[in-house]
């Protein structure tokens, strides 16, 4: 079983919309989670932490689950400058690798 | 401002040669970590790094070393470079403690082998 599975994508969506990707993790263990970002040819960077609680940073909103153990990221009013790959990333413990799903790949449309 | 440095963007190599592929980062993390990244396959583990001299194998070591002789310094040796190896190779840094603390990237090393 895959650590961390996601969704390869493409999502092609038009600007303005609302589009959604999930995540999920095997490890019941794992203590922190985070979305990365890597434009095409680029190096992954760090989008968001994810709390527990939720959290949200302007369009971006990040939800973490952990009784089911998915974590989501959800973009409002997408702008063509979202465009990337989404990497969904878990860490077991601190000094642990972290563990990067494959990526979601998103293509915002004019 | 984080920076982690590879030494080169492109490299062309060919087949049976030893290659050095290099990465250095000036914020004093604990941890520094090669990863591959090619289509399809997403990042994978080469190997890490918990501290100078120190190195872990991560998910495929086969036909890679490593090196860290200095803190800030991490470095990545194919020993007789084959065309499997052709990917493109990135070099991250990370401190130790708190699992929240971000991993930084370098800008990556595009290597083709022939």
């Known amino acids: 079983r895959k650590e961390v599975e996601q969704d390869p994508g493409p999502f092609n969506v038009p600007e303005g919309a609302t589009v959604a990707f999930n995540c999920t993790y095997s490890?019941?263990?794992?203590?922190?989670f985070f979305w990365y970002r890597q434009d095409c040819r680029k190096e992954p960077k760090l989008l968001m932490s994810?709390?527990?609680s939720g959290n949200e940073d302007g369009r971006f909103t990040a939800q973490l689950n952990r009784a089911s153990q998915y974590i989501s990221l959800l973009i409002r009013d997408s702008k063509l400058s979202d465009s990337a790959t989404y990497l969904c990333?878990?860490?077991?413990?601190?000094?642990?690798?972290?563990?990067f799903g494959k990526g979601t790949r998103l293509s915002v449309i004019a | 401002d984080v920076k982690v440095t590879q030494s080169s963007r492109y490299l062309v190599k060919r087949t049976g040669e030893k290659v050095f592929l290099e990465c250095v980062q000036d914020?004093?993390?604990?941890?520094m970590f090669w990863y591959r990244q090619d289509p399809g396959l997403g990042l994978r583990l080469i190997y890490f790094?918990?501290?100078?001299?120190?190195?872990e194998k991560g998910d495929i070591p086969e036909g890679y070393s490593v090196s860290r002789e200095k803190k800030e310094r991490f470095s990545l040796i194919l020993e007789s470079a084959s065309t499997n190896q052709t990917s493109m190779y990135l070099c991250?840094?990370?401190?130790?403690?708190?699992?929240?603390?971000?991993?930084?990237f370098g800008p990556g090393t595009r290597l083709t082998v022939t």
């Open positions: 990333v878990v860490n077991l413990a601190g000094n642990t690798p972290l563990v």
């Open positions: 994810v709390y527990s």
């Open positions: 991250a840094s990370r401190p130790s403690g708190t699992p929240t603390y971000e991993q930084y």
């Open positions: 914020m004093d993390h604990e941890n």
């Open positions: 790094s918990y501290d100078v001299k120190m190195k």
């Open positions: 490890n019941s263990a794992s203590q922190s």
